[in-house]
Every structure is written in structure tokens, then in C-alpha cells.
Nanobody
Framework: VQLQASGGGLVQAGGSLRLSCAAS????????RGWYRQAPGKERELVAT???????NYEDSVKGRFTISRDIAKNTVYLQMNSLKPEDTAVYFC??????????WGQGTPVTVSS
């Protein structure tokens, strides 16, 4: 099973993008899905997660601007990013973890926010 991330691109500061992450098949026991990002020269950091009961969690700098959601029928997770800032520039990776502690990573989709 692979995770396919899409939706990245170039946007001006203040703009919006919506990232999508679709799984190529069913992953048994998924209990958490999320997004990480890695900016040039920096470590990968957690952006947002959503667990099976729908509870979400966000990194402080994106609270109020980003929204993670899911479409269970489509096996897809989304990250709506509004009010984008240049410091949001990074490669965004989608992520899934199962109750068996197995992790799945997407290939990354680049987001560039110009000032």
C-alpha cells in the first residue's frame, strides 16, 4: 500500500492550498493519519494529525490556519492550508500509523509560499 500526496505548489503569502493524501489500498488497523513537513535545512516536524475518533491535533504555528480532515469512503486525508506564510514553505509528507505500530509515508509534495 502506498500513500500518494498531491496538491502542493507555489502560492503567494495569504493564499490557500489543499493537500490530499490517498492510500492506494486498504491499510488494516490505521488509527492515526497526519501531515509532516520538512523545510530546507530543518528537521521534519509534525503539522497535524487526526485519529480514528476524529480528534485533531495541530502544531502551534498552524492552529487556526490549517485544517486536517478525512474522507473515509475515499480513504483520503486532506490538509486545508489558509493564510499561508513564507515560513510554511516546505515539503509536506502524509503519514499513517496503525495499531501495530507500522508506519506509512507518502512521497512528499512541495509547498512554496512567496512573500
Amino acid at each position: 500500500v502506498q500513500l500518494q500526496a498531491s496538491g502542493g505548489g507555489l502560492v503567494q503569502a495569504g493564499g490557500s492550498l489543499r493537500l490530499s493524501c490517498a492510500a492506494s489500498g486498504k491499510i488494516s488497523g490505521v488509527n492515526l493519519r497526519g501531515w509532516y513537513r520538512q523545510a530546507p535545512g530543518k528537521e521534519r516536524e509534525l503539522v497535524a494529525t487526526i485519529i480514528n475518533n476524529g480528534i485533531t491535533n495541530y502544531e502551534d504555528s498552524v492552529k487556526g490556519r490549517f485544517t486536517i480532515s478525512r474522507d473515509i469512503a475515499k480513504n483520503t486525508v486532506y490538509l486545508q492550508m489558509n493564510s499561508l506564510k513564507p515560513e510554511d514553505t516546505a515539503v509536506y509528507f502524509c503519514y499513517s500509523k496503525t495499531i501495530y505500530e507500522r508506519e506509512y509515508w507518502g512521497q512528499g509534495t512541495p509547498v512554496t509560499v512567496s512573500s
